[in-house]
Nanobody
């Protein structure tokens, strides 16, 4: 059973940066595609970005393209989300998930973390 633990969330001013991390244990990390999702208060969870097992495919949602970058380090069993030029509308709980790329892009993951709060003040 894969366990995922997110970290790196917090409070930041608009225009600032944060880097989220998601550490995996209990499975073969390199065999999974990984994804980041977010859910703002009162809204549905939405796809943010995903990365293939090799790191060669990295789709990003249009709302974050050019500002956020997903990456992974298979030697550390960790996936990252670098978030730059943050906006108040990026405020949400951010979750990582492991699964298949095609399904992750549709919000379906095999394993999920508990989430980390990101709050962007204006």
């Amino acid at each position: 059973q894969v366990q995922l633990v997110e970290s790196g969330g917090g409070l930041v001013q608009a225009g600032g940066s944060l880097r989220l991390s998601c550490a995996a244990s209990g499975g073969t990390f390199s065999s999974y595609a990984m994804g980041w999702f977010r859910q703002a208060a009162g809204k549905e969870r939405e796809f943010v970005a995903a990365i293939s097992w090799s790191g060669g495919i990295t789709p990003h949602a249009d709302s974050v393209k050019g500002r956020f970058t997903i990456s992974r380090d298979n030697t550390k069993n960790t996936v990252y989300l670098q978030m730059n030029r943050l906006k108040p509308e990026d405020t949400a709980v951010y979750y990582c998930a492991a699964g298949r790329m095609a399904l992750l892009r549709n919000g379906v993951g095999d394993h999920w973390g508990q989430g980390t709060q990101v709050t962007v003040s204006s």
